[in-house]
């Protein structure tokens, strides 16, 4: 549970993957040069971040949570979550926001719901691993929040909604 997560682009990934080129570095909080998105949406975010007037500062991948699962063995260790990226909001002139987000499709947000009146094994097996899915990152998104507590920050997840209905 101690590893130092590597902020490099996965290889192999089938999601548009890279590091960020900043315009406003007095903005970024840690090494302008490693400011990593593993998405198109999570790229769509940096802009927002790094040329919203409301943004004070931010970062990407800066605070490593540790989480545990319903499938883990009790011996487990526990898992980090590395929430995607950190940001200080101004609010008004004297009242700033911290926040912790998380960028996901709305889709996996919703307990999946195996639908039909008699599935068959494929649809039965593509349940189970959403459903799998879904309750890692349930546990995951229950740490943060619980992190995001204690830390006085607020934890949320920014989906497709917002980045692209809000002209993000």
């Not at 590893?3 to 682009?9: A, G, L, Q, S």
């Not at 499938?71 to 990226?85: A, I, R, S, T, W």
């Not at 494929?122 to 998104?141: P, R």
């Amino acid at each position: 549970m101690s590893k130092i997560k590597e902020n490099k682009p996965t290889l192999k990934s089938k999601y548009k993957q890279g590091y960020y080129k900043l315009n406003n570095t007095e903005k970024y909080i840690g090494d302008p040069t490693k400011i990593i998105y593993r998405s198109s949406w999570e790229h769509r975010f940096c802009c927002y971040c790094d040329l919203s007037p409301d943004i004070i500062c931010w970062s990407s991948e800066p605070i490593g949570i540790p989480y545990r699962t319903p499938f883990d063995k009790p011996e487990h260790k526990g898992h980090l979550y590395y929430v995607d990226f950190f940001m200080r909001v101004k609010k008004s002139d004297d009242v700033t926001v911290d926040y912790m987000v998380e960028v996901k499709p709305e889709s996996i947000l919703t307990k999946p719901n195996l639908t039909g009146q008699k599935p068959s094994i494929q649809q039965i097996a593509a349940h189970n691993d959403q459903l799998k899915k879904w309750i890692i990152n349930k546990s995951k998104f229950d740490a943060a929040k619980e992190y995001a507590r204690k830390m006085g920050y607020v934890f949320i997840v920014v989906t497709e909604k917002f980045l692209y209905q809000k002209g993000v």
